[in-house]
């Protein structure tokens, strides 16, 4: 009986000291704010922060913020994309595994290229209506239009 | 044994078999937990940009060591200019060499007169012919001059040392703080006794106030050089470490030694040949108003001058420059250690650091962008050849000409065209980007220099008159 107690009393401390320190890295790392829309998250490790200096500057800045074009539209789909994201930059950012010029990659240039014609719809299809093999060809909106969200 | 007490041994077993491995696993991920916490700590601090002062700096403190102990990053990056690494179309290559007395290094640069003997033609008669290495990185300034055979064929005046050596505080020192009057007893003086007075290839001083890290220009030549090309542009006065903007400073800390320049006078002063601007013409037309010359050309006798790596001139001619793009941009860019943001000292070719240097502004993969900038350097040298073969036959044909005897006015001027031909062509020989500085400028230069060439022969075979008039 008194193992037992004593077993209990090591598993419990154990398990709590994992969670408190959990939960007390998550509080200081902010970890909260990645569940939100601030576009000042996106520059807590201070990577982005060119690109989050280039946004302040232009011209989407008063419509849309990182989300809008970062994630996908819908609930699920916006936070599994915020899970997938974010998992491997802080992957990349603790071990530094990392190049100092970031590119987008594929998977994101495609969830932000819909964001553009989600928003754009009707000069999208203005252009591509006519010209069904433009969406054939898959013309992305930032090939000409590259310095709308930020430069970088 | 009966079959229950069994079970319950097995029971107690499985039990503390989960009991261990829960234990495990919750010391596991408090390990994790805390090494990400740590980790997270310490990105905070250094994204507060601390700067411990270990060390007391001043105007006088020559030794960078010591100046990296208060930035041991940008210190640990200024080593490794020790690197030997070649790109396609320069970079230094690390050769053994038997050590000898005069000469103690055990490794040197590939020499260039050996890749392409023509350049012994050019030079003939002048110490370039005789030692010509490819040159190593900052860390070997100073042995590589100190070292070369140029030593033992050729007496150097102290002037060498303000590009070869750490000068400032040596110009301090020897103009009683006044580094214009250093500089001047310093250009004065034999190159061993000036040898004597200085200890570091280009340091921390060289470019930075020691109390608020600002860059500045510390070299005289380019201070008046610069002066006299702005008064050319009709500003006067121009005081460089007054009037320049930070960014235009990233340019001009490098300009201080990466242009071309010439020993003015009996008093060996470093002068920078830009009072009528930066263009090769503008250079050599300033050369011609002096009648300066470097040397006489053993095989021809014709004036020549030697042409020495103006990357500040024809990084001007590029669009780099008219963009803005300054030489730390893309030879010292900014990098990441941790969440800080430092420029990279560790000051190398653009091809071997593409992702911090071309991919910050052009959004194409390192392969795209290593390709352009090899095509624009292929071109440049494959011009390069034929401008090189091109005075080549000049120089055999007025050598020609001289052995049969003749001393007519035909030999004069295509002597004078020898020496246009040839200071175009070593103006993109001596240049270290192969062309990519500003390439159209280049391949404009390059074809000059074959014209020139081509007007020496046609001269000796009586078609044109004078060289002078025709060069205009």
């Known amino acids: 009986m008194k193992a037992r107690l004593a077993s209990g009393i090591i598993l419990g401390v154990a398990l709590g000291m994992a969670v408190g320190v959990g939960a007390y890295t998550f509080v200081y790392a902010r970890g909260y704010s990645y569940m939100t829309d601030n576009a000042e998250a996106c520059v807590n490790c201070h990577v982005m922060q060119d690109q989050f200096s280039g946004w302040l500057k232009s011209s989407h800045r008063a419509v849309a913020v990182c989300n809008d074009c970062h994630t996908p539209p819908g609930l699920v789909a916006k936070y599994a994309t915020k899970a997938r994201n974010g998992f491997w930059h802080s992957y990349y950012f603790t071990t530094g595994w990392f190049e100092d010029n970031i590119h987008i990659t594929q998977r994101g240039a495609e969830v932000a290229e819909q964001a553009c014609r989600k928003c754009h719809q009707e000069i999208v299809q203005a252009i591509e209506g006519p010209h069904p093999e433009a969406k054939d060809a898959q013309t992305s909106c930032i090939r000409c239009h590259r310095s709308v969200g930020h430069l970088h | 044994m009966s079959e229950e007490k069994q079970n319950e041994k097995s029971g107690g077993k499985r039990r503390s078999l989960l009991f261990f491995g829960l234990v495990g696993l919750a010391v596991g991920a408090t390990v994790l937990g805390l090494a990400l916490l740590v980790n997270i700590f310490q990105r905070k601090q250094e994204a507060r940009n601390p700067f411990f002062r270990v060390v007391e700096l001043t105007d006088d403190t020559v030794d960078p060591s010591v100046w990296g102990k208060n930035f041991p990053l940008q210190y640990d990056d200024y080593l490794k200019t020790t690197d030997q690494v070649r790109t396609r179309y320069g970079g230094s290559e690390a050769e053994p060499r038997t050590p000898t007395q005069a000469d103690p290094r055990s490794i040197v640069a590939q ?31 100073l042995d590589d001059q100190t070292f070369t055979e140029r030593q033992q064929v050729a007496k150097q005046p102290g002037t060498c040392i303000n590009c070869h050596a750490s000068a400032y ?44 890290m600002q860059l500045r220009v510390t070299r005289p030549a380019f201070i008046e050089g610069i002066r006299a090309l702005k008064a050319s542009q009709g500003i006067q006065n121009y005081d460089v470490n007054k009037q320049a903007t930070r960014q235009e400073m990233r340019a001009f800390v490098c300009g201080q030694c990466h242009d071309e320049y010439h020993f003015s006078g009996p008093e060996k002063r470093l002068v920078y040949p830009w009072a009528k601007g930066l263009l090769v013409e503008n250079i050599l037309a300033f050369y011609d108003e002096q009648k300066f010359k470097d040397w006489e050309h053993a095989q021809t006798g014709a004036p020549v001058l030697k042409a020495q790596h103006p990357e500040f001139e024809m990084w001007n001619q590029g669009i780099h420059a008219r963009s803005g793009v300054v030489c730390a941009d893309c030879h010292m860019p900014y990098k990441r250690e941790g969440a800080l943001k430092i420029s990279d000292h560790h000051v190398r070719s653009p091809l071997l650091n593409i992702n911090r240097a071309c991919q910050t502004c052009h959004k194409w993969s390192e392969d795209e962008l290593k390709a352009r900038v090899e095509t624009i350097q292929l071109r440049t040298h494959n011009l390069r050849n034929l401008a090189m073969d091109a005075l080549i036959d000049l120089i055999n044909d007025i050598k020609a000409a001289r052995d049969a005897g003749r001393t007519d006015s035909a030999v004069v001027t295509a002597q004078d065209f020898q020496r246009r031909a040839q200071f175009y062509v070593d103006f993109i020989e ?17 074809g000059e220099s074959i014209n020139f060439s081509r007007k020496g022969q046609v001269a000796l075979r009586g078609g044109i008159q004078s060289a002078s008039e025709q060069a205009k």
């Not at chain 2, 001596?430 to 390059?446: D, K, M, V």
């Open chain 2, 111 to 141: 020499s260039r007169l050996e890749e392409d003997p023509r350049l012994k033609t050019m030079w003939a008669g002048y110490a370039f012919s005789k030692d010509f290495r490819e040159e190593r990185g900052h860390a070997y300034m």
């Open chain 2, 169 to 212: 505080v040596a110009y301090k020192q020897l103009g009683g703080g006044d580094i214009i009057k250093g500089f001047e007893a310093l250009n004065k003086m034999p190159y061993f006794e000036a040898r004597k007075i200085v200890t570091h290839p280009v340091a921390c001083i060289d470019c930075h106030d020691s109390q608020t």
């Open chain 2, 430 to 446: 001596s240049e270290n980007s192969t062309g990519f500085h500003a390439p159209q400028e280049a391949a404009r230069i390059l």
